[in-house]
């Protein structure tokens, strides 16, 4: 497993500092492995204002976060993302906390915890959209379901996409991953 290779290729528009949060899996069956791995790049990242966590590993699959801790905590602190995270049992509380709480729901159940998006810096009302129309009827999809702004969302899918390819292109050209990190 390079680790690295999944940053980039999963987490470009979070490391560009265009997006809260990044989610991706790995196949790795030695969770200690993925453990060693996402510590050492955790303590590489977080000069630059990042978190790197594990939310889950098991059978043979580990999930895992990187998130912008500043971008986190003002997502997390909007007057309707408070309510809505108190609705799945938020106590408020630092950004940390929360994550500790998500991993927790992460850990409990087969399916994402619908809230995740917030996480991921998807708008309040597409991630409230979602849940109210059980992931049906949006109005497009992207790197989420979009059911609030369409033409703001497609612009930001854009932006995500060229973030991604050129971040690729970087990576395989030499440029090191911390190179390529934002910091905040």
């Known amino acids: 497993m390079c680790l690295e290779r999944y940053l980039v290729e999963q987490c470009a528009p979070t490391l560009a500092s265009l997006k809260t949060g990044a989610l991706f899996g790995v196949i790795e069956e030695d969770c200690e492995e993925v453990a060693r791995q996402v510590e050492h790049w955790q303590s590489r990242l977080a000069p630059k204002g990042l978190v790197l966590t594990v939310l889950r590993c098991r059978r043979g699959r580990a999930l895992i976060y990187l998130g912008r801790i500043s971008?986190?905590?003002r997502?997390?602190?909007r007057p309707g993302a408070v309510q809505l995270l108190k609705r799945y049992g938020y106590h408020g509380g630092t950004e940390g906390e929360a994550l500790e709480i998500l991993r927790e729901r992460v850990c409990?159940?087969?399916n994402f915890p619908h809230?995740?998006?917030l996480f991921l810096g998807y708008p309040l009302?597409?991630?409230i959209g979602f849940?109210?129309?059980a992931g049906k009827n949006s109005k497009c999809t992207g790197y989420w379901q979009v059911y609030g702004d369409e033409l703001d969302a497609e612009r930001r899918f854009k932006s995500y996409r060229k973030c991604s390819e050129v971040y690729r292109r970087?990576?395989?050209?030499g440029r090191s991953l911390q190179q390529l990190?934002?910091?905040a």
């Open 71 to 73: 971008q986190l905590r």
């Open 75 to 77: 997502d997390l602190s």
């Open 108 to 110: 409990r159940s087969e």
């Open 115 to 117: 809230e995740i998006g």
């Open 125 to 127: 009302e597409d991630v």
């Open 131 to 133: 849940i109210e129309n």
């Open 170 to 173: 970087l990576w395989n050209s």
């Open 181 to 183: 990190t934002v910091a």
